[in-house]
């Protein structure tokens, strides 16, 4: 007989754009309503490079907390090639921040101020060793001489292996992986190196934003790859090995900034994530790994418990109504489709009550 209910402790989402002012209110409650914490994304227009920016983004994240929620945002720093290492080791000291993050310039969404040599950064990098401070990378390249697809693989061999060797005992992320390149190595590497995995490149790959005409609702950075790609993705996701883990990436922009000759990339999935995450492990038969990749994985990296709540599934036999798009004043945010019904729901009960 299939499974109709199971509960997993209460996930995190390692990677989360939450932004600011209408939009951040508009869209917090989708995360706090189901995860616990979320490693927060710092490239706000201007980004949050400093340890008061940190403080400051934090309490406006919490000031737009839905009343009663219990969600705690573990923040991050935004690297730049001049951060000042010693901020970077107080912020992390007094439990203002949880990491930082590495944009190579002009790689993403508001990575202007990114990083452009990296040797800039070894500074930093050395101080985040000594302390022990993960680093998140954003790993593409930006050359323009490479094409996109291959754009994450050339980082790790070009930046990300040469900055390992560097320094052997710094602890990185490597982002919404989405290569099967990316996978195996950071499957093969000695520990200290971790992945964030996205819901939608778990769905995806590159035909659902280029045929029929360009799905810019599809589109967002690294670019979905092509098939095998998607199932290596997919089977480290369901495969429960700690390395990965559940990293959403949801990152909302206006449909007018996405329906437009140069949109935007993100794809926003806060809403819906944990309903979908629910159908790819049933469809590979992983539910057992569930949680290992949501709620178990992600904290054991960062040197947290796993939370004491938990989340109870319901599959019905009607599909769970989810809104197509979520208004924010006279604006509109495109739910990811993930092309199929959600038949999974869920609830948050207390530890014991199953
Ligand atoms: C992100 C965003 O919109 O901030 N976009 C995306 O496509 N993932 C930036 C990022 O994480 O690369
Ligand atoms: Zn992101």
């Avoid at 990378?137 to 292996?161: N, Q």
């Avoid at 190196?193 to 690294?222: E, F, Q, S, W």
Wanted: include cysteine; glycine fraction near 6%; proline fraction near 6%.
């Amino acid at each position: 007989m299939s499974v109709t209910q199971f509960t997993i402790r209460r996930p995190d989402d390692w990677h989360l754009h939450l932004r600011d002012g209408a939009m951040l209110r508009s869209v917090i409650g989708h995360t706090s309503a189901n995860f616990a914490r979320a490693i927060i994304m710092p490239n706000l227009v201007p980004p949050v490079v400093t340890a008061d920016q940190a403080a400051s983004y934090l309490e406006q994240i919490r000031a737009a907390l839905p009343e009663g929620d219990d969600f705690e945002p573990l923040m991050t720093l935004y690297l730049t090639e001049t951060t000042d290492p010693e901020d970077v080791a107080q912020s992390a000291a007094s439990g203002l921040i949880k990491a930082v993050k590495l944009y190579p310039a002009g790689a993403t969404t508001n990575s202007e101020s990114g990083v452009r040599d990296i040797e800039k950064i070894y500074p930093v990098l050395e101080r985040m060793s000594e302390i022990d401070l993960p680093l998140l990378v954003h790993g593409e390249v930006t050359d323009p001489e490479i094409d996109i697809f291959d754009r994450e693989a050339v980082f790790i061999d070009r930046v990300l292996d040469p900055l390992r060797q560097r320094f052997p005992t710094l602890r990185i992320v490597m982002e919404h992986v989405t290569t099967k390149e990316g996978v195996n190595y950071v499957m093969t590497s000695p520990k200290g190196i971790a992945a964030t995995l996205t819901t939608h490149h778990l769905i995806i790959n590159r035909n659902a934003y280029l045929v029929g005409g360009i799905k810019p609702h599809y589109y967002c950075l690294p670019v979905a790859k092509r098939e095998t790609h998607r199932l290596a993705v997919r089977a480290a996701a369901t495969s429960g090995n700690p390395r990965f883990f559940l990293g959403t990436d949801s990152a909302p922009h206006f449909d007018g900034a996405k329906e437009s000759a140069c949109g935007c990339a993100g794809i926003y999935t806060s809403i819906n994530t944990l309903n979908c995450l629910a159908h790819v492990f049933e469809d590979d038969g992983a539910l057992d790994q569930f949680e290992a990749f949501a709620s178990l994985s992600g904290p054991a990296f960062y040197g947290l418990l796993p939370n004491e709540q938990r989340l109870k599934f319901i599959k019905q036999s009607d599909p769970v109504e989810m809104p197509g798009k979520i208004s924010v004043q006279n604006e509109t945010i495109t739910v990811f489709d993930p092309g199929f019904a959600l038949l999974w729901r869920h609830e948050l009960t207390k530890a014991g009550e199953i």
